[in-house]
């Protein structure tokens, strides 16, 4: 297992979505600006698949270090990858292209991308992009139900007029 951390941004770079710290002229600043939230991820195997574990906010800065780490599971693995997003606390659209991108590549190759226990947040981007459904596990072939299941005694189960 080997946890990762999140660069710090080239100067310049910072989330659109995340307000600027401002300070009016001549007032005194009482709290240090900000910064960034580490993103942390950590990876394990689990069968033939690998679980990445993601830890912190997802957005334009923190998003390509997200990208490498499922990337990289991605190719150790035997099926694809489940990733555990419990723990993320900000998901925006840069989280959401990260999986978009890695789930076109794992197809390519054979491979699926799931969403394990996907934080409050997380959960809402998917459900109001309607993107949850693709990071589902694929669900077993069902066997058709039969519409009277025969008894123990070789008859079948209905009505007396079956009978």
């Not at 001549?26 to 240090?32: E, F, L, N, R, S």
């Not at 925006?92 to 409050?120: F, H, M, Q, W, Y």
Request: hydrophobic share 35%; aromatic share 4%.
């Amino acid at each position: 297992m080997h946890a990762r951390r999140a660069t710090t941004p080239e100067p310049g770079h910072r989330s659109p979505h995340r307000p600027l710290h401002v300070v009016a002229p001549g007032a005194a600043d009482p709290t240090p600006p900000r910064q960034p939230s580490p993103l942390t991820t950590d990876s394990y195997p689990e069968g033939p698949r690998k679980v990445v574990v993601v830890l912190g906010e997802v957005d334009y800065e923190t998003a390509p270090a997200l990208a490498t780490a499922l990337r990289e599971a991605l190719r150790t693995s035997g099926e694809g990858v489940d990733a555990d997003l419990s723990a993320v606390r900000f998901w925006d659209c840069s989280g959401l292209n990260v999986l978009l991108r890695l789930r076109r590549e794992a197809l390519a190759v054979g491979k699926t991308i799931t969403v394990r226990s996907p934080s409050r947040v997380v959960r809402r981007v998917l459900t109001l992009t309607g993107t949850a459904p693709l990071f589902r596990p694929p669900q077993p072939e069902r066997v058709p139900r039969l519409e009277r299941a025969p008894s123990a005694f070789g008859g079948h189960h209905g009505s007396p007029a079956d009978n």
